[in-house]
């Protein structure tokens, strides 16, 4: 949804909590228009929003460390989030969701999608339903970030000592949300590595049904990102993918992961 007539610079008090019910909600919102919106402004609304995750993969702005920066390169091919995800669903404590700004665009693509988890949940059929009641799910991250990993071309995955990171949780497959209690789908395919108590290869056709429900086209949103533009996403209620259609041009974004909570069935 685009949420119109609000300055994110100045939102607060009353402004700042109907953003977040909507976010809630709908799982994601744009804002247009945002030409305010410095560094500065991005980490004030960010810590009047709540808490601040600071990314321990991504390059930070050297000034702004509450700042991740999102980055192709005009000679890099890969991009940082370029098949569905969740943010941070490997975490114990995944994020709450984020605060992305567009810095450098691209003359055209480099869009975002996102698919809404709570909707993904309810289409499912009756028998899906009951299949999947009690089960978790391990995620992690270090196939993606390892040596050799998906983003090796990036310049992501190691900390900011240069050490490798390894990560690990276990989560309900289905959770609910903490604020609206709606129930959504807390698997995805860039982090899920197996249901628990079964192999990867046993898992895989069971969360395949679960992503191909989640991915339907009337399930999905596209962002076509100007300059100005500010997402905010519930990163429990959604998934988002970053378009990868723009070989030989930049393309810089500004993420803030809000923290979360732990997450519960
Ligand atoms: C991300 O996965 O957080 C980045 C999304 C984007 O760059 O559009």
């Given at each position: 949804?685009?949420i119109?007539d609000?300055k994110?610079?100045?939102?607060q008090?009353?402004?700042?909590?109907a953003?977040?019910q909507a976010?809630?909600?709908?799982?994601v919102?744009?804002f247009?228009g945002q030409?305010?919106?410095?560094?500065e402004?991005?980490i004030?609304?960010a810590?009047?929003?709540g808490?601040?995750d600071?990314?321990n993969?991504?390059?930070?702005?050297?000034?702004?460390p509450?700042i991740?920066?999102v980055?192709?390169?005009?000679d890099?091919?890969?991009?940082?989030?370029?098949?569905?995800h969740t943010?941070?669903s490997?975490?114990?404590?995944?994020?709450m969701?984020?605060?992305l700004?567009?810095r450098?665009?691209p003359p055209?693509?480099?869009?975002t999608l996102?698919?809404h988890?709570?909707a993904a949940?309810d289409?499912?059929?009756d028998?899906l339903k009951?299949e999947?009641e009690?089960?978790?799910?391990?995620h992690?991250?270090?196939?993606?970030?390892?040596?050799?990993g998906?983003y090796a071309?990036?310049?992501?995955?190691?900390?900011?000592?240069g050490q490798?990171?390894?990560?690990?949780?276990?989560?309900?497959v289905v959770i609910?949300h903490?604020q609206?209690?709606?129930?959504?789908?807390?698997?995805?395919?860039?982090?899920t590595?197996?249901?628990?108590?079964?192999?990867r290869?046993?898992?895989?056709p069971l969360?395949?049904?679960l992503?191909?429900a989640?991915t339907?086209?009337d399930n999905t949103c596209?962002?076509?990102?100007?300059?100005g533009?500010?997402?905010?996403?519930?990163?429990r209620t959604?998934?988002h993918l970053?378009?990868?259609d723009y070989q030989?041009?930049a393309r810089e974004?500004?993420r803030?992961?809000?923290?979360?909570?732990p997450?519960?069935a």
């Open positions: 949804m685009e119109k609000v994110l610079a100045e939102a008090g009353p402004v700042l909590d953003i977040r976010i809630y909600e709908h799982g919102a744009l247009r030409d305010d919106f410095t560094p402004a991005h004030a609304f810590r009047r929003w808490g601040i600071i990314n993969y991504f390059p930070l702005t050297a000034d702004h509450e991740a920066v980055r192709k390169r005009a890099q091919v890969t991009n940082i989030g370029g098949g569905w943010d941070h490997y975490d114990q404590v995944p994020a969701g984020s605060i700004v567009a450098t665009l055209s693509g480099g869009d996102w698919a988890m709570g949940y289409a499912l059929p028998t009951q999947i009690g089960l978790e799910a391990y992690t991250a270090d196939h993606i970030y390892e040596e050799g998906l071309q990036t310049d992501m995955g190691r900390d900011l000592r490798s990171i390894t990560t690990g949780a276990t989560h309900p609910r903490p609206t209690g709606r129930k959504l789908l807390y698997v995805n395919s860039a982090f590595i197996n249901i628990v108590g079964r192999s290869e046993d898992s895989l969360l395949q049904r992503y191909d989640a339907a086209a596209r962002v076509a990102w100007e300059p533009s500010v997402a905010i996403w519930d990163n959604t998934w970053a378009m990868n030989g041009h974004m500004h803030i992961t809000l923290t979360g909570e997450l519960a």
